[in-house]
């Protein structure tokens, strides 16, 4: 059974920094792509970020494109999110989540089955 447990949300003003990072239990991660979503109140949960398996191919909302920034260590079996530049509109609970199937790397929450319980982000003006 995977289990995937988020930390390092918390309050920062605009323009600062946050760094998520997501811990994986249960089978290595390294063979599935992995993906940060967010849902802020009243609003449908969205895509922020992927990152492929092993070759480091990245994709990104075109919101957090330039100042989020995707990585991953299979070997810890670790997910991050480094956040600059943040802006009050991305205050969220953030999510990461694992692939459903091995070979993709999708921008839907559709095409992951595993999700963490989230961490609250938020950004004050």
């Known amino acids: 059974q995977v289990q995937l447990v988020e930390s390092g949300g918390g309050l920062v003003q605009a323009g600062g920094s946050l760094r998520l990072s997501c811990a994986a239990s249960?089978?290595?991660?390294?063979?599935?792509?992995m993906g940060w979503f967010r849902q802020a109140p009243g609003k449908e949960r969205e895509f922020v970020a992927a990152i492929s398996r092993t070759d480091g191919r990245t994709d990104y909302a075109e919101p957090v494109k330039g100042r989020f920034t995707i990585s991953r260590d299979n070997a810890a079996n670790t997910v991050s999110l480094q956040m600059n530049s943040l802006k009050p509109d991305d205050t969220a609970v953030y999510y990461c989540?694992?692939?459903?199937?091995?070979?993709?790397?999708?921008?839907?929450?559709?095409?992951?089955?595993?999700w963490g319980q989230g961490t609250q982000v938020t950004v004050s003006s």
């Open positions: 989540a694992r692939a459903a199937a091995m070979f993709t790397m999708s921008t839907s929450a559709a095409g992951y089955n595993y």
């Open positions: 249960g089978p290595t991660l390294s063979t599935y792509a």
